[in-house]
C-alpha cells in the first residue's frame, strides 16, 4: 500500500466545508467528515459542522472537538452506516497547511481537510494524513464530485 492517499468529496459535502469555514471566520471552524475507507481512498459523504469550542480568545488559531462531539459524530455515522473517516478546519488567513498545533493533535488513520479563509472567503482546500512515523504529515490527492 502507498503512502499517499486520496480523499473524494462528495460536492455537496464539500460546500458545507467552504460555507462553515466563512461563516466560522475570522476564527477557525471544524467538523467531522463522515464516510468509508478502503486504505487506499477516502470517500467523504456527509459532512457535521461543530462549534469551536477552544477559548474565545484564541479560537483565530485554535479549534476543539471535544468528547461529546466525538460521541455526537460517532452516533450520526453509525445511523448512516458510515464510520468517521476524518475531520476538516480553516486557516483563516494563513494557507491550508497543518500548523505545529494541528500535527500535536493529529490522530493516525484520519484524513484532515484544511480550508484557507482569507478575508472571509474560502480559497484553497488541502487533504492531508499523519504519516506513520507521527512527525508529520503527507499531502493527499483531494478530490470533489
Do not use: C
Amino acid at each position: 500500500m502507498s503512502e499517499k492517499h486520496t480523499v473524494r468529496v462528495d460536492r455537496a459535502a464539500y460546500e458545507v466545508i467552504l460555507q462553515h469555514g466563512e461563516a466560522s471566520y475570522p476564527n477557525e471552524g471544524a467538523g467531522f467528515l463522515l464516510g468509508a475507507s478502503d486504505g487506499e481512498v477516502t470517500r467523504v459523504e456527509v459532512v457535521l459542522t461543530v462549534e469551536n469550542r477552544w477559548d474565545p480568545a484564541t479560537q483565530a488559531t485554535r479549534y476543539l472537538l471535544e468528547p461529546r462531539d466525538w460521541m455526537q459524530a460517532e452516533d450520526e455515522a453509525d445511523a448512516r452506516s458510515l464510520a468517521v473517516v476524518g475531520i476538516f478546519h480553516s486557516h483563516p488567513d494563513h494557507p491550508p497547511r497543518p500548523s505545529q498545533f494541528d500535527l500535536d493533535m493529529a490522530l493516525p488513520n484520519l484524513a484532515y481537510l484544511i480550508t484557507s479563509v482569507r478575508g472571509g472567503k474560502a480559497e484553497e482546500t488541502l487533504a492531508w494524513r499523519l504519516g506513520r512515523d507521527r512527525n508529520g504529515f503527507i499531502e493527499e490527492n483531494l478530490e470533489t464530485d
